[in-house]
T-cell receptor, first 111, second 115 residues
Framework: QKEVEQNSGPLSVPEGAIASLNCTYS??????FFWYRQYSGKSPELIMF????GDKEDGRFTAQLNKASQYVSLLIRDSQPSDSATYLC???????????FGRGTSLIVHP | DTAVSQTPKYLVTQMGNDKSIKCEQN?????MYWYKQDSKKFLKIMFSYNNKELIINETVPNRFSPKSPDKAHLNLHINSLELGDSAVYFC??????????????FGPGTRLTVL
C-alpha cells in the first residue's frame, strides 16, 4: 500500500515570509512527484512537478526532492494572501501511472 | 474552452436512487480518472481508464461503475445511493502511460449530496 503523508496544518505564515510544505512517501520505487494547489471549493491545479533529486525552481515556488530520505517539499517565497489554499502532494511510479495523493496541507497567509 | 468538464456541478438526491455524472475532456488525453474527495479533503482514486483498460480501486463498492463511450468521455454511474456517498467527485485526465511528467487535469467537480 503506497502512502503519502502530509501534515494537515493549518500552516499559518505572515505575508512576505517563506512557507515550507513537506511530504513523505513510502514507496521507494516512486519516480515522479507533483504539487497541486486547491482553493476552497475549486479543483486541484498543478503547481509543479519534480523527478530528479535536488531543487527545481519556478518563480516563487521551489520543489525539493530527496529520494534517499523519501521526502519532497515545496517552498513558497514571498508568500501572499492569494497563496492561501490546500497544497496536495502526489506521487506516482513504481509500476503504476496512477498517482497517490496525500491529504493536503492547509496554508494560511495572513496580511 | 474548458479542458475537462463535468455535469452536473451539484447533485442532490435521495437514498436509494441511481444517478450519473458525466465527464468530457478535449485535451486529447489517453487516460481518464474518477476521484472522490471526502469532507476531510482526502482525494482518493476510484477508477482509471486507459485505452480500454479499466483499473479499479478495490475499495470502491460495485454500486459505482464507470462507462466510457469513447476516449474523450468517462461517465460515472452510481446505483442505490447511500448517505456515505456524499462527497465531491472529480473527473481528471492525463496523457497517461506512466510518463514521469504525467500531469492530472481536473474537472470542476460535482458535489453530491445524498439525503
Amino acid at each position: 500500500q503506497k502512502e503519502v503523508e502530509q501534515n494537515s496544518g493549518p500552516l499559518s505564515v505572515p505575508e512576505g515570509a517563506i512557507a515550507s510544505l513537506n511530504c513523505t512517501y513510502s514507496d521507494r520505487g516512486s519516480q515522479s512527484f507533483f504539487w497541486y494547489r486547491q482553493y476552497s471549493g475549486k479543483s486541484p491545479e498543478l503547481i509543479m512537478f519534480i523527478y530528479s533529486n535536488g531543487d527545481k525552481e519556478d518563480g516563487r515556488f521551489t520543489a525539493q526532492l530527496n529520494k534517499a530520505s523519501q521526502y519532497v517539499s515545496l517552498l513558497i517565497r514571498d508568500s501572499q494572501p492569494s497563496d492561501s489554499a490546500t497544497y496536495l502532494c502526489a506521487v506516482n511510479g513504481g509500476g503504476s501511472y496512477i498517482p497517490t495523493f496525500g491529504r493536503g496541507t492547509s496554508l494560511i497567509v495572513h496580511p | 474552452d474548458t479542458a475537462v468538464s463535468q455535469t452536473p456541478k451539484y447533485l442532490v438526491t435521495q437514498m436509494g436512487n441511481d444517478k450519473s455524472i458525466k465527464c468530457e475532456q478535449n485535451l486529447g488525453h489517453d487516460t481518464m480518472y474518477w476521484y472522490k474527495q471526502d469532507s476531510k479533503k482526502f482525494l482518493k482514486i476510484m477508477f482509471s481508464y486507459n485505452n480500454k483498460e479499466l483499473i479499479i480501486n478495490e475499495t470502491v463498492p460495485n454500486r459505482f461503475s464507470p462507462k466510457s463511450p469513447d476516449k474523450a468521455h468517462l461517465n460515472l454511474h452510481i446505483n442505490s445511493l447511500e448517505l456515505g456517498d456524499s462527497a465531491v467527485y472529480f473527473c481528471a485526465s492525463s496523457q497517461g502511460g506512466g510518463s514521469g511528467t504525467d500531469t492530472q487535469y481536473f474537472g470542476p467537480g460535482t458535489r453530491l449530496t445524498v439525503l
